[in-house]
């Protein structure tokens, strides 16, 4: 489950990008400490080979998020079990959350919890998956979708050998909830178990402000600008920041430039506010980003994120793409593309920030 500090950008064209909590980081954490024992659980020695490719095929492409090409290689090996396999509808219910199909997902895991027999291991990773799609599904904290998810996560914790996950899930659905003291109970429950993971880290965030289990924070970064200047996002909190995550490689990204432009000169003189440019050029294009930089008077700091340090932290996966943050770190609006249209509405949103921080 990916709590409301960390994020990701699902982009399929020029559209407003909807964020929050959801729950799609715990699908690595369990995949490599579960799938395998399912696997075997659910089909050991299986008569036909096919079925065996067809589950590996899968578990390949679901590890470099081939999410269709897994799709597909699930459901051809659970055709060859009559379409009954627990096995494969899990690597179809994982293969849907990937495509952010979660109400597929959630089919798809209901459907395998009729196959799973008594192995109560499987049916608590099931239902665990089963949680992390209806908390998917949900808008608003008091949706019936929260609270069915909290209802499969309380199932899974009550069976044996439960995902450790499982307990930071029910953690972040109860904060969802503003149920703060059963929340940080249950996010202390995961930590106890004194597992190195990026959850560990977060859970403890959220234990200390239950706030950050239902806002969306912005990622921890820091940089050094072209210009020598230090930022870092602990040193911004107090101030509105806008990220305009770019590359002078993109088509679109340099079609706005002269909008942008415009923006940084409305706002330069705000001492609340901080425009910030992330490149994703390449090292040998560096000279070529820097005259760009010159040559169109983009005079706000920029970082050319050379190991993707920033870019994926805040996971971004098209360009351009703006990120306003206000001065609590909470991410505002977060946009792929748009154009001219694009850069007024991350204008309205720096207005939002600025407006809430100068009623304070």
């Not at 909590?21 to 395998?36: N, S």
């Not at 490719?53 to 055709?79: I, M, Y």
């Not at 001492?271 to 008077?297: C, H, T």
Request: glycine letters at 8%; aromatic letters at 10%; charged letters at 25%.
């Amino acid at each position: 489950m990916e709590a409301a500090s960390a994020f990701a950008l699902g982009f399929g064209g020029t559209r407003q990008i909807r964020m929050g909590p959801t729950p799609r980081r715990v699908l690595a954490a369990i995949l490599t400490l579960f799938v395998v024992a399912g696997l075997k659980a659910q089909q050991a020695a299986p008569p036909d080979p096919k079925f065996t490719a067809a589950l590996q095929k899968g578990e390949a492409a679901l590890k470099v998020r081939r999410w269709q090409d897994a799709l597909e290689a699930f459901r051809d090996a659970n055709g060859l079990m009559d379409k009954k396999s627990p096995a494969a509808l899990y690597g179809v219910a994982r293969a849907f959350h990937g495509l952010k199909a979660y109400k597929s997902e959630a089919d798809s895991c209901r459907e395998a919890l009729k196959y799973v027999g008594g192995d109560q291991r499987f049916e608590a990773i099931l239902r665990n998956q089963l949680g992390m799609s209806l908390y998917s599904q949900a808008e608003k904290n008091t949706d019936k979708a929260i609270k069915d998810a909290e209802a499969e996560f309380r199932s899974a914790l009550a069976l044996p050998q439960a995902p450790p996950i499982t307990s930071y899930n029910l953690g972040l659905t109860l904060l969802k909830q503003n149920r703060d003291d059963e929340g940080k109970a249950a996010l202390q429950s995961y930590m106890d178990l004194g597992l190195k993971t990026a959850e560990t880290d977060l859970a403890g965030r959220m234990i200390e402000n239950p706030r950050r289990g239902r806002e969306t924070y912005a990622p921890d970064y820091s940089f050094t600008s072209m210009q020598g200047e230090f930022f870092s996002s602990k040193e911004l909190v107090g101030k509105v920041v806008f990220i305009d995550f770019w590359g002078e490689w993109c088509g679109p990204c340099r079609a706005i430039t002269p909008d942008l432009v415009k923006l940084y000169k409305k706002y330069k003189e705000n001492p609340n506010f901080v425009m910030i440019g992330v490149s994703s050029d390449p090292r040998e294009a560096e000279q070529k980003w820097k005259d760009y930089l010159a040559k169109n008077k983009m005079d706000w700091p920029q970082f050319l994120d050379l190991r993707r340090e920033i870019i994926n932290r805040f996971q971004v996966q098209g360009y351009p793409t703006g990120v306003v943050i206000d001065h609590e770190g909470i991410v505002l609006h977060a946009e792929l593309g748009g154009g001219s249209a694009g850069v007024n509405v991350i204008e309205g949103a720096i207005k939002k920030g600025l407006k809430a921080l100068e009623a304070k």
